[in-house]
């Protein structure tokens, strides 16, 4: 799983990919190119989860990659669990497990399907990412810590890291990445279609844009303390490549594909996450990080494929969310868009409820397009809670560039049919989501600190992702027909002859069973 990556960005630099990685994907194996997630918050977490459980948001409770909890006035993060310990890492990093999902995922059933002798990891630079994909019964799960710039985990999964991680991490790869050059992966003038490499959209590194990048000088200016000395890691296509050779590794020395169960691995490249954010989609960056991680995928299949046999291997290829372009390109182009100043919105929003309700705290906070108002203080002022929700949400719609807002009660007891406001209820989660939701116009993004554009929405831009199966029992075909990408579960169970994860609602995809 690629987080970020869109499924026009493959069609887009598909002829310039190598003919032995993601491109030989499509060639030999069944590519979807009309599969999409069918909620409304499309981030990394609620993407993992879905992929791995097989349902949507409402279902499986990961509903963003953080939420709100009005009672204890407390901004959850979605693997966030003050129970466990960090085993390899920083303590903050290490606050982390599968504590906030509702469901079973594939990974699970397959482990209970064969009496925990199935052997299942995940592993990704984003703890989120390496959790929520494999779920609640991994043997081990790893993430990368900016800190001391190892693999860690937490005491969830182990008390210890097994020697062979130990090992890797001894031989200190992102020093050496870290001490060297960004540069282009190809000529120049391969990237076409991109905008210059030097452009006036781009946030890049301080407002450094343009290639080579001096990675060591870079480090000392942009790691915020000490304590995150290896966060740059992130923000180049070398966190990548780490990833493919610790995913090798973990093969190897964890011996998985050697015997007549079924074992699991989830890998999640989260590099472009990054670079998107900072770029754009369509920067010299980015489609140096697409170029680049398709050698990753082409190393990673030519290990896979010798040291375990294509016919022994069930591999797919997708992404957890695409991204928007840079609204200030799209504006170039005359083409509506621009940014949602929500912290302007949310200051304006206290005075007008102060203004009609009287002085008081009546929004506790605001997270991922949703406003939780204080419920406590509207039930003792004793105000239909319902009033407050519908005035919040006629006040919001009338900032430029929000489409809608939608209050909660809205949500509760209604069955929708397509469109956006089934996304919403696919991402509604009573425990979880916000009094009110709010819904942008298309190219319209959140302007979070000093990234330039974003996701997060219900839009093509973001939801549609490419999604490409290969390996064992595949075989070569293009599907146009839309897709949702809850079915992945379901089709692993169908395949694998396991249960289906307990709140799926996925179909399998019969393509693969012809």
């Known amino acids: 799983m690629v987080e970020q990556l869109k499924f026009a960005q493959i069609e887009k630099y598909r002829e310039k990919l190598g003919d032995n990685g993601i491109k030989k994907l499509i060639n030999e194996g069944t590519y979807f190119k009309n599969a999409s997630f069918d909620y409304m918050l499309t981030q990394s977490a609620p993407g993992h989860a879905t992929i791995s459980t097989g349902t949507e948001p409402s279902f499986h409770g990961i509903t963003s990659d953080n939420w709100y909890l009005p009672l204890r006035n ?11 310990n960090p085993v390899g890492g920083s303590f903050e990093s290490g606050l982390n497990s599968p504590v906030n999902l509702q469901a079973s995922t594939f990974s ?5 399907a064969t009496k925990k002798e199935a052997k299942v990891f995940g592993i990704a630079l984003k703890d989120n990412s390496a959790i929520l994909s494999t779920g609640h019964s991994a043997d081990g799960v790893f993430w990368f810590d900016n800190t001391t710039g190892t693999w860690m985990t937490s005491t969830y999964y182990s008390n210890v ?14 020093e050496s990445y870290l001490n060297g050059m960004w540069n282009l992966f190809r000529p120049l003038q391969d990237y076409t279609g991109c905008l210059p490499d030097s452009n006036k959209f781009e946030a890049g590194f301080n407002t450094l844009n343009y290639f080579p990048y001096d990675l060591k000088k870079l480090r000392s200016k942009v790691a915020l303390s000490s304590r995150n000395d290896f966060a740059l890691l992130r923000e180049t296509p070398f966190g990548n490549s780490f990833t493919t050779s610790f995913a090798i590794r973990l093969i190897e020395k964890e011996k998985l594909g050697k015997d007549d169960i079924t074992d699991y691995l989830s890998i999640c490249y989260s590099a472009t996450d990054n670079i998107g954010h900072r770029f754009g989609p369509s920067s010299v960056e980015m489609e140096d990080a697409i170029l680049r991680l398709d050698d990753d995928i082409k190393n990673l299949l030519a290990y896979l ?3 375990i046999g294509k016919k022994n291997v069930l591999i797919y290829f997708t992404s957890a969310h695409g991204i928007s372009e840079i609204p200030a390109v799209l504006q170039s182009y005359h083409i509506p868009a621009g940014y949602f100043r929500q912290d302007q919105a949310l200051q304006l929003m206290r005075s007008y409820l102060n203004a009609v309700y009287g002085e008081g705290d009546w929004v506790k906070g605001y997270s991922e397009r949703q406003v939780y108002l204080n419920r406590t203080l509207i039930e003792d002022a004793r105000i239909p809670l319902e009033e407050v929700q519908k005035k919040v949400s006629r006040f919001l719609v009338q900032f430029s560039g929000v489409a809608a807002a939608y209050p909660y009660s809205a949500f509760e007891a209604n069955d929708f049919g397509n469109g956006n406001l089934k996304r919403i209820i696919n991402n509604f989660n009573s425990q979880r989501s916000g009094d009110v939701i709010v819904t942008l116009n298309p190219g319209w993004i959140e302007k979070d600190g000093d990234y330039i554009t974003n996701h997060n929405s219900p839009y093509e831009y973001d939801s549609h992702v490419p999604l490409i199966w290969y390996g064992w029992t595949v075989n070569r075909s293009t599907i146009s027909r839309k897709v ?3 079915d992945i579960a379901a089709t692993l169970s169908s395949l694998c002859k396991v249960p289906y ?3 799926c609602t996925g179909e399998p995809l019969v393509e693969l069973f012809r």
Not at 108 to 112: F, I, P, Q, S
Request: glycine share 2%; hydrophobic share 40%; charged share 25%.
């Open 161 to 174: 890291l097994p020697g062979w991680v130990m090992d890797f991490n001894a031989m200190n790869y992102p």
């Open 74 to 84: 407390e901004l959850i993060y979605c693997t966030r669990d003050i129970d466990v």
């Open 305 to 307: 494929n010798d040291s």
């Open 108 to 112: 699970d059933e397959l482990e209970m």
């Open 501 to 503: 994860p307990n709140a």
């Open 484 to 486: 949702n990408m809850t």
